[in-house]
């Protein structure tokens, strides 16, 4: 009214981008004798399935979301088919005659590391021995296969948090001994959960 006219015509644009980023998602999960007590490996399951089908129906591209799940105690278990690797260690108590799948720590400082293996001793996983603890599953997006595998789980064990930590990681890179992972780029997140109920209790 100051300039003479009553009202003032304004024009606006907008633009909405809708984007999203992959995901690749390590579950380092704590599979201890401990977690047999107050139902928590049940809770635990349905916890991990609860996620797959959240993030499934959030993926609108097939493989822009993978997971990799990997089961711990003191060891893991990555499966008898890396008998050959070159970057296995056995010796006399574990052969690849009796070997059923499960590596122990790196030796130190290898064992809080993602090093690729270089043929030195530290560098190399050394196989283990194990029990019942399910088997890791690399990054995949089949989403079928990821339920089925967490029902595998079963409590068994001491807690070694470390190695649950360090296979995580390892699933997220391209590094050996699990090469699934993307390279680091802008429009893939990279993300690693561990859950644990307790204190590290051995190693």
Request: charge should be neutral; aromatic fraction near 6%; glycine fraction near 8%.
């Amino acid at each position: 009214q100051v300039i003479g006219k009553p009202t003032i015509d304004l024009r606006t644009t907008a633009q909405v981008r809708w984007g999203f980023k992959g995901l690749e998602l390590a579950l380092a999960l704590d599979n201890t004798g401990s977690m047999a007590q107050k139902n928590k490996l049940v809770e635990l399951k349905s916890a991990v399935k609860l996620l797959f089908s959240i993030l499934k129906a959030n993926s609108k591209v097939p493989g822009d979301t993978k997971i990799a799940v990997i089961p711990f105690n003191t060891v893991v278990n990555i499966g008898t088919e890396y008998v050959s690797a070159p970057w296995m260690s056995f010796d006399a108590t574990v052969t690849t005659a009796n070997w059923n799948g499960c590596v122990a720590d790196r030796d130190q400082p290898n064992d809080v590391k993602d090093t690729t293996p270089n043929g030195s001793a530290s560098s190399m996983f050394p196989a283990a021995l194990c029990g019942t603890l399910a088997k890791a599953i690399p990054l995949t997006g089949d989403w079928d296969a990821l339920n089925a595998m967490v029902d595998t789980m079963t409590p068994t064990g001491s807690t070694n948090v470390t190695i649950g930590m360090a296979w995580g990681w390892h699933a997220l890179t391209q590094n050996e001994p699990f090469t699934q992972g993307q390279p680091v780029k802008p429009d893939v997140d990279k993300v690693m959960i561990l859950l644990t109920d307790g204190l590290n209790t051995a190693n």
